[in-house]
């Protein structure tokens, strides 16, 4: 528990750009598990804010499994689609190391994203920790780490709207 307290400390706010590579070498196992304590922790904090806003336990566990399923699904295409056009840029960095980056670079969003306002600068602010991540270990500069990080989000907006559309007109 204290190697996650640990990371959680290092990656919550990353202040220099060569503490990225630290981050890497507890492997790709430790950072899976570590997500998913966070996610945890995220449905947890969520169901609570849900429950004590609408009052209605059925809504917050149906809205708290919805955030447990799609926060992962949302994590991983952002994660594959980046290291896709990482790779188009000539970028020979594993998978796994654009997938650690998204997962230690999401801390402040996982920890605080369910608080009311709050959510919005945790977003902010682990956006920025994953630009830097991506963009130190790849030796990238700061146009091509925008476009890999920046399509993929343009993208998931794009499915994400059609998908409401495609449904809405079911309805």
């Not at 998978?95 to 009311?116: E, F």
């Not at 600068?121 to 091509?144: C, H, P, Y």
Request: with cysteine; glycine share 8%; hydrophobic share 55%.
């Amino acid at each position: 528990m204290q190697e996650y307290i640990t990371t959680i400390r290092k990656a919550i706010w990353v202040v220099n750009e060569t503490d990225f590579e630290p981050l890497l070498k507890s492997g790709f196992r430790f950072s899976l598990s570590y997500f998913l304590l966070l996610l945890l922790l995220y449905t947890g904090f969520s169901f609570v804010v849900g429950f004590i806003s609408y009052g209605n336990i059925l809504d917050s566990i149906i809205a708290a499994v919805i955030v447990f399923a799609m926060v992962p699904l949302i994590f991983g295409f952002l994660s594959v689609a980046t290291h896709m056009i990482l790779q188009l840029f000539g970028c020979t960095r594993p998978l796994t190391d654009t997938l650690q980056m998204y997962t230690y670079g999401s801390t402040a969003s996982l920890l605080l994203g369910w608080v009311p306002c709050i959510g919005t600068l945790a977003s902010l602010v682990s956006f920025g920790n994953t630009f830097r991540g991506i963009r130190e270990l790849n030796k990238l500069d700061f146009w091509k780490t925008a476009v890999a990080m920046v399509v993929p989000q343009i993208l998931l907006a794009i499915l994400i709207l059609g998908l409401v559309m495609f449904f809405g007109m079911l309805i």
